[in-house]
């Protein structure tokens, strides 16, 4: 299906439907409200077939180009129907467990984790592996028919409402860096997990210290191959940065045409106001732009690599100019107020400081791109 | 704007374009040099693309070659010839350059240095209700002599009243609109290439030059400015491309005002990284950085451009999602 038609027919279908999945929450929601609502968001739509759409028909999927994912996730995070954070753990982890899992692994976990009935979770970062993750420790051992995996994860998002993992774990020696890395995937209730939520900054349990303690993981388990899970983890990097910018580049263009509303409404018509305006804009669309080349590149067959931390810097540079704007121009309702609307400011200018954090910081970024795409040679 | 030239005639054209520029330095001479190139023809068949490959190697090579009439002229539906200069906007403006007071129309905007050669110029004139195109006598158009920060560039300031009957009505199909966003465009590339050469100065120079014993390049301040350099060109790089698929003037007017900011910048990271020598008249990249100074002030500056798209904005109450997937 060609995307122009595609996105008729899902506007249509939204619009039909949208009384049906509003969240029934105000503001934000509690954790387990967004997490319900956003499970049936998505059932509705794989059972509508939008859901199925750019998903292979090995996992009971429509076919059709990844771009119908990224339109998907568009316009649910553009009416704001569903918070694009859980939905970001399908985009960035299921194209690669298709890619690399058993073929009968796949056929049956991934369908209920693309319909929303199983929420997955990824365990890669470590309290001594954060920007160095080659060199992770929790180690992996092989042992009849399968592993025992034994050590501990940092930063895992979701795990509480999380049936499976991703996990990376050490099979070389300690000294091996990224040739002794392999991927299980593991389920969250195996005897021997355990994980203690940690609280954000911004008032949420968005991830979790995780224990892993002598937990077996079948062979058939394996993603990929023993000793190859870096090369996985490295597949999932251009899913993380295409299909998930996209989405998450919606949900801030719906947040900036909310401050382009309130403050319309308000009659402040000052040089200030509109040159701050502009420029979160400007910074927007750039990001726009930027990740639609690479959508259609990704769409295209083509393999994404480094160029991708570009896409990464502009998004990271969008999200902390827009809401930087919204604390300047909404004058105090960030750091007094406590109305719905307020909270929602709030909640989303402290998230924006994760931005330039999570998945490789600004500076690894930059690092990359100096290193790779201007080969300026090794840094000293 | 359909895309009419395949990748590989236009890697052509622009190795066409740059070597003329680079043969032709003075204005008159490159010209004469692009239009014997068949640059007006291009323009005419595909003016989008014709306007973004010339503007590239505008900015790559520093010429001072004056196409901007050309374009401008094109979009406002005027005829394209060598002997036609254009009225643009003062600088940081978009608006256009000239207002009927009565029987008076006061011109306060820059011209080319086309206007030595040019036997008639287009100029918009703003009467209350829109802005029309007219032709007047290049003749009646007197420029003051200066120097300004980049003496080898094409533009100067023109400030002058003129009888309201010496201008001739243009019945044009082009729109003052459509003009600006043919220049937003065609300056966005301008800025681009001369910010890719600024960072490839910048960055050999970073990998050639040693102290305390190593490359500085291998400092990581100094690669993170580069970084940020690449990463500020991309991100309007693919604004500017987006403008060759969508006329719309919000888009081109943006890509106009990230250029800019992208090519400031660069400057800016670029002069720091080359240190000492990038503050001589000795090493060329003083060139390039006063010509992103006008550059960037033609048609809207980066400075002046994010209030005018913050307006337009508040305007229409929400922000436009321009481009599709």
Redesign the interface.
Known sequence: MD??TF?RELEAWLDANTQELTPPYEGAGTMDEQLAHYSHVKRALYDADFGRYGWPESVNGLGGSP?LR??VG?EIN?RGLADPSPWTMIEVLAPTVIDFARPEIAASLVPPFIRGDEMWCQGFSEPDAGSDLASISCRADKTDGGWVVSGQKIWTSFIQYAQRCVLLVRTGEPGSAHRGITALLVDVDSPGVSYSPIETMHGRHDFAEVHYDEVFVPDERLIGEEDGGWQVAMDILPYERSTTF?HRGALL?RR??DL??Q??ASGD?S?T???????A??????????S??T??RLAGGQQLGVETS?DK??ITSAELELFEAARDLLGGVVEFDDDLDAAMWRTDYLYSKAAPIYGGTA?I???I???R??D????? | MSELIEADDLALLATGFEAAMAEAPAPGEADQALFDLGWAELLDAASSQGSATAFSALGKTNSAACLLDDVVAQALGTAVSPDTCVVFPSPHQATAPAQRRGDTVVIDGLVSARLERANTAALAVENGDGAVATAVDAALLHVTAAKGVDPGHAYRRLSVEIAADALTPLATSGTWEAAVAAAHSALAHQLLGGARWMLAEA?QH??DRVQFG??V????AI??K???S??LI???E??A??CLHDPDPL?AA?AK??AG?AALTTATHAQQVLAGIGFTAEHQFHRWMKRTLVIDTLFGSASS???????R???Q???P?????
């Open positions: 995307t122009a996105r771009l990224a339109i568009e553009l996209w263009h900036f045409s382009v509303a403050m319309a018509r040089d106001a509109a040159k701050a305006l502009g420029q804009f400007q910074s927007l669309v750039a990001f726009r732009c930027r639609r080349d959508q259609h570009i810097i502009l500076e970024q930059r690092n791109v100096a290193r795409l201007l300026l040679g090794p840094e000293s | 960055r970073a990998i190593r490359a390049a291998s400092f990581q690669r993170h580069l970084a940020e690449l990463v991309e991100g309007a693919s604004v491309q987006g888009l943006l005002s990230l900011q451009l994010p209030i005018e798209i913050g307006n904005l508040l305007s109450d929400s922000a999602r321009l481009i599709q997937l």
